[in-house]
């Protein structure tokens, strides 16, 4: 998809707000810093729309972002911030799992992983909430460009036994620097687009 539209509607920070519309949804998860912005601006040709992150933390909202006035982006905040409080973050989490579980416009979601670590806990546990519930899943390896080539297989090996990945998902190997994979991640999103 050539983006040429892209627009935030709302940021949510209670479900209350959230766009009443049908149009399918595809949320974006992942550690804070992991490259989720920068995922999300390459896809819709923007350098900027998406907040790349230089206030860790602060955005406790869900994002949504209607792009060709067909479908929403949805920014899940970053995970893994010690910063917040534990009541601050039970309650983010309490929000976070009813609209993963009960949004009905809610399609797939991204989870953006870093490709060169193994994944952290946090992204384990999303990735598993995901398939508990029988959530498709996208997974984008972000930094591809800070690895050499000769080493990708490994990582890739190594993130998708950590994960213990499913085999009907989609996992794409990606960078924002270079743009690599941006083509691979439209045609795993397109076909929850419906048309
Ligand atoms: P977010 O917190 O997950 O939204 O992360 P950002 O998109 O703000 O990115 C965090 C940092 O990683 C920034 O300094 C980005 O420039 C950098 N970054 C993001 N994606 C890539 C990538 O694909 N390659 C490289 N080399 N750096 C990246």
Redo the contacts with the bound molecule.
């Keep these: 998809m050539n983006v040429h539209q892209a627009e935030i509607v709302i940021s949510a920070v209670s479900p209350k707000q959230y766009p009443d519309t049908k149009i399918p949804e595809i949320a974006l998860a992942?550690?804070?810093?992991?490259?989720?912005?920068?995922?999300i601006n390459t896809l819709i040709n923007r350098k900027n729309l998406?907040r790349?992150?230089s206030k860790p933390g602060k955005t406790q909202t869900l994002n949504f972002y209607l792009i060709e006035n067909a479908f929403h982006f949805v920014d899940v905040p970053?995970y893994g911030y010690a910063k917040v409080s534990k009541v601050e973050r039970a309650r983010w989490g309490k929000m976070i799992e009813t609209y993963l579980t009960e949004r009905e416009q809610l399609q797939a979601v991204i989870c953006?992983v870093d490709f060169r670590h193994e994944p952290s806990q946090d992204d384990i546990q999303m990735y598993e909430f995901l398939k508990y519930y029988g959530m498709p899943a996208i997974v984008v390896a972000?930094?591809?460009?800070?690895i050499p080539k000769s080493k990708w297989n490994k990582h890739e090996g190594m993130i998708k036994k950590a994960l213990h990945f499913d085999a009907e998902d989609d996992f794409i190997v990606?960078?924002?620097?270079t743009k690599m994979g941006k083509d691979q991640a439209w045609q795993a999103i397109e076909p929850y687009l419906g048309e």
């Design positions: 992942g550690r804070s810093n992991v490259g989720k912005s920068s995922f998406a790349t992150s970053g953006v972000t930094k591809a460009d800070k990606f960078s924002s620097e």
